[in-house]
């Protein structure tokens, strides 16, 4: 099991981001994928997931309505829009299979993201 995440960036806040997520290693297209956060010094946070063929997105409150979560079963791809960023965005940013509760242990680089002006 593999990801590989890309798209983080410095930018300001109000600002926009598109955060993309790779998988291999699993049949993708029968897996929700989600994507998580880790700020300094918190614990990993559940940010968004979206059911296996894509019917279905839930988003944690703090970003429901700023963050759109995607994804490309053709490709095993998943992205995460991000509008109206805000310094509280500010964290390194993973995807894995699963919702709240992670599917696989394995983890990928992850993508940092910075909110600053």
């Known amino acids: 099991v593999q990801f590989v995440e890309s798209g983080g960036n410095l930018v300001q806040p109000g600002g926009s981001l598109r955060l993309s997520c790779a998988a291999s290693?699993?049949?993708?297209?029968?897996?929700?994928m989600s994507w998580y956060r880790q700020a300094p010094g918190k614990e990993r946070e559940w940010v968004a997931g979206i059911s296996s063929v894509g019917g279905m997105r839930n988003y944690a409150a703090s970003v429901k309505g700023r963050f759109t979560i995607s994804r490309d079963n053709a490709k095993n791809m998943v992205a995460l829009q991000m509008n109206s960023l805000k310094s509280e965005d500010t964290a390194v940013y993973y995807c894995n299979a699963g919702w709240t509760v992670p599917s696989f242990g394995s983890w990928g680089q992850g993508t940092q993201v910075t909110v600053s002006s």
């Open positions: 290693g699993f049949t993708f297209s029968t897996y929700a």
